[in-house]
C-alpha cells in the first residue's frame, strides 16, 4: 500500500522549489498538495491558476478569508486553526515543508502536535536581516528528515542536534533540471507579458527588511538609483507577503505608473522568471532567489541590505547597502565587461545535478523504516 505524503505551499516561490520533488514523488507515493496563502489572491497574480496547469494529481485548497487585511498576528491564528482541521482529516504519513516563512512554522508546530512526521526542505540556513531563522531553526528541531541546500547547512543543522543520517545535502531542487531547462524567446515574453525589453533591463525583488520602521525610505533609495540609468526597462516582481509588504506593493505600484518602461509583474512562475531575468543585465534586491538561483544564469546580482546576510556567496553577487551612490555604483560594476567576464563561468554554490535522487531514495528509506524515533545528537567538543 503506498504512504501518503503531503506538502504545503502558500506563495508561487515555494511552490516553485518543490513541484519537481512532487511530480517526482507521485511514482512512488499518494502525495496531496494543499494551497493555501497568496495563490488565491489577485494582488499576488492569482497563482492557483499556475499551478492547475501542473498534473499534481491530488490537491486540497485552503483559503485563508481576508488574508492581506488581517493584523499580520491574527493571520497566525487563522492558519492554526485551518491546517488543525486538514492535517487531522488527511493524517499523512508525513508532511514535506519547504523554507522558513512564518505560516510554515505555525504548519509545522500543527502537525509536530497532531505527531506526523516532518520532513524538512532548507533548514540549517542563516538570513540575520529577516525574521526567518527563529522560524527555520524551530522547524528543525520539530522535523524528523532534513534536507539542506549546502554542505554548510547541512553542517549547522547536525550542530541543532539532529542525527547526520537523517540529514541530506541536495542542493536546491528547483535548479535539478536546469541544464535542459527550455528558456522562452524574447518575442513570446514581450508578448505574453505585455512589456518591452530596452537596451539595458533591470529585473528587481525586493522583500520587508526586518526593521519595517525604514522600509518605505530604503526601498525608495533603490528606485532613486536605478532612475541615475538612462535607455532602461525595469522589470520588478511582488515582494513577499511579510509586515511591510504593503508599503512596498504602493511604491512599486507608483513608480511603474510614473515611469517609462516600469513593469510591475505579479505573478510569472519560474518559467517567466527565469526567462526573462536571464535577458536581463542585473538582478537588484534582496531576494535569496539572487543568492541561490540567479547565480546559475550568469547574470549579476546586486544584493542590497542585511535581508541574506549568512547565506553562502557565489562570484556573481555584489553587496551593498542602501545608500543611492552605492547602489548606483554596484549597478555599474555589474555592468563593467571585466566583472561580466569573470562571472561566466562562475558556479552556482547550491547546484547539485543529483537533487531529485537524493530526495527519492532517502524519503522512501524513512517511510519504509521502522524505527522512525528520534533522539537528540550530542556533538564532542
Known sequence: MKKNLCFVSTTRADFDLQKEVIISLEKKFKCTLICSGTH????????????????????????????????????????LKSFYKILKKINPDAICLFGDRSETFIISFVAYSLEIPIIHFSGGEITSGSLDDAYRHSITKMSDLHFTTTNQHRKRVIQLGENPKTVFNCGISSLSNFKNFNFLKQEKIEKDLKIKFSKKNFFVTL????????????FRYVFLAIKKFQDISVFISSPNIDKGFKEIQKLIKYMCKNSSRWYYLKNLGHQYFFSTVKLCDVFIGNSSSGISEIPSLHVPT??????????PRSISIIDTNFEVNNIEKAIKKSM??????????????????????????NISKYLNSKNKKKLFFNINF
Open 40 to 79: 488565491f489572491e489577485k494582488q499576488f497574480g492569482e497563482s492557483i491558476s499556475y499551478i492547475n496547469k501542473f498534473k499534481i494529481k491530488k490537491k486540497i485548497f485552503c483559503k485563508i478569508e481576508n488574508l492581506l487585511n488581517v493584523n499580520f498576528d491574527k493571520l497566525h491564528s487563522k492558519y
Open 207 to 218: 522583500h520587508p527588511e526586518k526593521s519595517i520602521k525604514d522600509n518605505f525610505k530604503k
Open 302 to 311: 546586486v544584493n542590497i541590505g542585511s535581508r541574506q546576510y549568512g547565506r
Open 336 to 361: 563593467s565587461k571585466n566583472f561580466r567576464k569573470k562571472i561566466k563561468k562562475s558556479k552556482n554554490l547550491f547546484y547539485r545535478n543529483d537533487s531529485l535522487k537524493i530526495i527519492n531514495q
